[in-house]
DNA sequence: TAAAATGCATGT
DNA sequence: CATGCATTTTAC
């Protein structure tokens, strides 16, 4: 009798494994492993992807049949489904959410097409993309010839990174591999897009996005799954694209928290782009301007290799970096940067603008006054009613009314009585891109002002010739031919949070911005708005964002953070946290930190709160393993209140 | 949402 | 303490 092997499409943890159906003759001949099917499941009818099939069952009941093949076409791979389990293992979340991420919904008339023909493979790449870095010829025959080199890549300032992300993938094609690139959002998708049109053949590669509407999403997941596109680029959900034959897989701007996958189990793409490439044997290649505390990480642990450009190449490519001095106005007060430009940044911008070239100018927030606070203690102002934050929005109200409200609940708050000294002014505590535009304007009469934001719209690019363009971090358009000069006004908003990753972040920000400027041999000028002694200043200053990796990896290690550690937060009401602890059986080494008190969401009720599980780094597995044990018994016994597990979150304070 | 297991009142 | 019926639990 043939037997299938059914992974079936219910979110509890306490069923997340296999079960067997019989295969009922007339389906034998549409059943495959990895297709979908329709089975029933305690009496309901429910999805389910074929994991294998069989003639035998451990199971001692009778088995019920397999109730339809919805559809024969393989979508759920081997390697896959191994990855799939790995990463629900390793984050203690369930296989079933993990391919709710990997495969997306069906459409019947994308199946309908027969499959393309494979085009034949490209010839190996011109090296001279990748010259300016020692060991970076050497990569790409490692590519071409399948090997799983593995790279941590520093790319230059002013680097054409799509076009070098093409050529790693064009190496992998041409020795006959696929390749997966995975990338932040769309804006870089649509270069990494160009890039990958003018290197590989058509038909070669798909773009994968989130965006797209779900017919055209399916059909070029199918050409993927059918093996017609070898090559795939995409944002995060494409780290388990199912390529045929992988050889490389890619991810560029690891520290960009858009990686961050926001649904269950909350995987990381770069953490689940290395557990792939160890899965598959095959290369990795973890690129950025900057570099992470994780990328250093495998660098320290010799997982990878370090393509850094050499000394020459990057002394020809940097920008000239000015900081200002720790006692500078700027530096200080956020509200008198932009009205009381410093003389350094306003020479800087006015000498672009004369040489004819465009100036990007970084500010922290988008919208007019995003962040209020009281004027007597600057304390955050918060809302009355659900005590969200106060901000003024880019968009005046009606008769052109710039009135503060509340950024969750919407509602205005005519009035303001602090809670803390019942003061009742309110002050700008975070200017947002556009009042930083409107005062630009004024400091520099005539000069053009663009802004590049969320509220306002991103800018892919902007031509050549002398403009103000005002950006929010990640929302930097290209220029065409570089900028003359950047001003970095965000300082403190990025370097005072709490935050675990303020450093790194505030580095990865600045020299994504930095980098799209003309090298200082073409008159490339940098100002950042903070304090030459610190330490993420100095590591901008001297373009070397591997040291400041390696002192933020060490700090960490120091506190008992990820990377070096492994943690779990635990959030949810206190009874049900109580609960889940009482039922979590530790690992031996893990300590238990908490609760504190969570700042509620916006339209989540009752009070919540959080623990933190440490345990060293090795025990990752066991503590991993633990929750899902907790959580499989709590679905079992219908416990309603769920407890939010994640491991690794980025946001630490 | 189907079968099996369990709970519970009822009648001897 | 068997029987019938309702409710809860299981999950192939």
Redesign the pocket.
Request: net charge positive; aromatic share 10%.
């Given at each position: 009798m043939l037997i299938a092997r059914?992974v079936v499409d219910?979110p509890?943890a306490?069923?997340d494994?296999?079960?067997?159906?019989?295969v009922p003759p007339e389906l034998a001949d549409d059943v495959r492993p990895g297709c979908r099917v329709r089975?029933?499941?305690?009496?309901?009818?429910v999805d389910g992807f074929v994991l294998e099939l069989g003639d035998t069952?451990?199971?001692q009941?009778?088995?019920?049949?397999l109730a339809k093949v919805v559809s024969s076409e393989p979508v759920l791979t081997p390697e896959v489904a191994a990855l799939a389990r790995a990463v629900a293992d390793r984050w203690g979340g369930t296989f079933s959410d993990v391919l709710r991420l990997a495969i997306p919904p069906r459409r019947a008339s994308a199946e309908k097409r027969p499959p393309a023909e494979a085009p034949e493979p490209p010839p190996a790449p011109d090296p001279a993309g990748f010259a300016r870095y020692p060991a970076g010829p050497a990569l790409l025959t490692a590519l071409a010839e399948g090997r799983p080199a593995r790279a941590v890549w520093t790319a230059l300032p002013g680097e054409d990174w799509p076009a070098r992300l093409a050529e790693l993938c064009q190496a992998a094609l041409s020795g006959g591999r696929g390749a997966l690139v995975v990338v932040p959002d769309g804006r870089d998708l649509d270069r990494l897009e160009a890039a990958a049109a003018r290197a590989l053949p058509k038909g070669s590669f798909v773009v994968l996005r989130a965006d797209a509407a779900p017919d055209a999403r399916y059909r070029r997941f199918l050409d993927v799954a059918r093996g017609t596109a070898t090559v795939v680029l995409g944002t995060r959900a494409a780290v388990y694209a199912p390529v045929a034959d992988l050889g490389l897989v890619a991810i560029w701007d690891d520290g960009d928290d858009l990686h961050a996958e926001p649904r269950g189990p909350y995987a990381h793409a770069r953490d689940v782009l290395v557990h792939r490439a160890h899965l598959a044997g095959c290369a990795a290649v973890v690129a950025a301007t900057a570099r992470t505390a994780e990328a250093a990480l495998l660098l320290e642990s010799g997982w990878a290799h370090e393509l850094v450009g050499n000394r020459s190449a990057l002394r020809a490519a940097s920008p000239r970096v000015h900081a200002l001095g720790a006692d500078s106005e700027l530096a200080r007060d956020p509200a008198a940067r932009t009205a009381r430009l410093p003389s350094l940044a306003h020479r800087v911008a006015r000498e672009a603008l004369a040489a004819g070239a465009p100036v990007l100018v970084q500010v922290p927030r988008s919208g007019y006054a995003p962040g209020l606070s009281c004027e007597r203690c600057r304390a955050p102002a918060r809302c009355a009613v659900c005590a969200g934050p106060l901000g003024i929005s880019a968009t005046p109200g009606p008769g052109g009314s710039r009135v503060p409200a509340c950024r969750w609940c919407a509602r205005p708050a005519a009035t303001f009585d602090c809670p803390h000294c019942h003061g009742t002014k309110l002050r700008a505590s975070v200017l947002g891109a556009s009042r930083t535009a409107e005062e630009l304007g004024r400091a520099f009469p005539g000069a053009a002002v663009r802004v590049s934001g969320r509220t306002s719209g991103v800018l892919a690019s902007v031509p050549a010739g002398p403009a103000l363009v005002v950006a929010t971090p990640g929302a930097e358009p290209v220029a065409e031919g570089g900028y003359g000069a950047a001003l970095l006004l965000d300082s403190w908003a990025l370097l005072g949070r709490a935050d675990l990753r303020a450093g790194e972040e505030t580095l990865r920000r600045w020299m994504n911005a930095a980098a799209l400027v003309r090298p200082a041999s073409a008159g490339g000028q940098v100002v950042v708005a903070a304090d030459a002694a610190h330490p993420v200043v100095q590591a901008l200053v001297r373009w070397d964002p591997g040291w400041l990796a390696e002192r933020e990896l060490a700090d960490r290690r120091e506190l008992g953070f990820p990377p070096a550690t492994r943690i779990a937060s635990l959030s949810g009401s206190p009874e049900a946290l109580a609960d889940f602890l009482a039922a979590l059986r530790l690992p031996a080494d893990a300590d238990l930190l908490g609760p504190v008190p969570e700042q509620p969401r916006p339209g989540q009720e009752g009070v919540r709160e959080r623990y933190l599980v440490r345990t060293p780094r090795g025990e990752g597995a066991t503590l991993a393993h633990a929750l899902a044990e907790v959580q499989g018994v709590r679905?079992?016994?219908?416990v309603p209140e769920h407890v939010r597990v994640q491991l690794d979150p980025t946001e630490l304070v």
């Open positions: 059914v219910v509890l306490h069923l494994r296999p079960f067997d159906y019989a089975v029933r499941f305690a009496g309901q009818l069952t451990e199971h009941g009778r088995l019920a049949p679905s079992a016994k219908k």
